[in-house]
Nanobody, 122 residues
């Protein structure tokens, strides 16, 4: 099994920046893709960004140019650098991993963390 622990969420003013981190442990040799999803109250969970073991990335259109996904020693640590945050970015952000390295806006992942809350105040 894989364990995922997110950190870095918090309260920030609109226009500010945050860096989220996700530490993976356990049976991590099976991981070939990692990603960040978010879920706002009353809304479905949606993809923010994902990255494969080969470094290919996919971003939601709403965050392109402002958010950057990256890893350190894939798949041990996953990051999401968020700049120019907007109030609509407020949500619980979840780290997810999966053995199938398929980049898609419409996929789910096999394993999820507990989430970290981001609030961008206007």
């Amino acid at each position: 099994q894989v364990q995922l622990v997110e950190s870095g969420g918090g309260l920030v003013q609109a226009g500010g920046s945050l860096r989220l981190s996700c530490a993976a442990s356990g049976s991590i040799s099976s991981i070939n893709i990692m990603g960040w999803y978010r879920q706002a109250p009353g809304k479905q969970r949606e993809l923010v960004a994902s990255i494969t073991s080969s470094g290919n990335t996919l971003y939601a259109d709403s965050v392109k140019g402002r958010f950057t996904i990256a890893t350190n020693d894939f798949p041990r640590t996953l990051y999401l650098d968020m700049k120019s945050l907007k109030p609509q970015a407020s949500a619980v952000y979840y780290c997810g991993v999966d053995p199938r390295p398929i980049l898609s806006h419409n996929r789910s992942f096999d394993c999820w963390g507990q989430g970290t809350k981001v609030t961008a105040s206007s």
